[in-house]
């Protein structure tokens, strides 16, 4: 029996760091959707219909916590779970997006060693398809 892959979609300016979320989770067997600002994210969302979201805070066009709302709003995104991404730690996101039920709230500079945690967390299954 064929396993169904998990959406994570990622939504992210920066190469690099897309790039290094793509290296810490392909492992775990993920189908991987990429979104560069918060309207395309809000986009992919609606349209890929995402099992996670990985965003950045500081997102241009629509910031990243302001599409965090309109998708916790919407009946058919209000459920997928959200970590949030940011440089530094900013006490008022942090706040803004413990409002928005998110999963997790890493330093960008430091996911390494949390991100694979958080989503684990976050998707409450096995991140190994042999465990699912």
């Known amino acids: 029996m064929r396993q169904v ?3 994570v979609l990622v939504i992210h300016e920066q190469k690099h760091v897309r790039r290094r979320i793509y290296k810490i989770l392909c492992p775990f067997d993920f189908e991987f959707i990429y979104a560069f600002d918060g309207l395309d994210g ?5 349209y890929d ?4 979201i990985i965003t950045d805070v500081d997102l241009s066009i629509l910031h990243g916590l302001s599409m965090a709302g309109m998708l916790k709003r919407d009946a058919e995104t209000t459920d997928v779970p959200i970590i949030f991404l940011n ?21 960008t500079p430091y996911i ?6 958080s989503v ?5 299954k096995p991140l190994f398809p042999s465990e699912r």
């Open 49 to 52: 219909k995402p099992d996670l």
């Open 87 to 107: 440089n530094e730690m900013d006490f008022d996101y942090l706040s803004q997006a413990k409002d928005l039920d998110a999963k997790g709230f890493l330093m």
């Open 112 to 117: 390494d060693n949390s991100l694979a945690c």
């Open 5 to 7: 892959k998990l959406k």
């Open 120 to 124: 684990r967390r976050a998707i409450n």
């Open 42 to 46: 809000l986009a992919a969302a609606k």
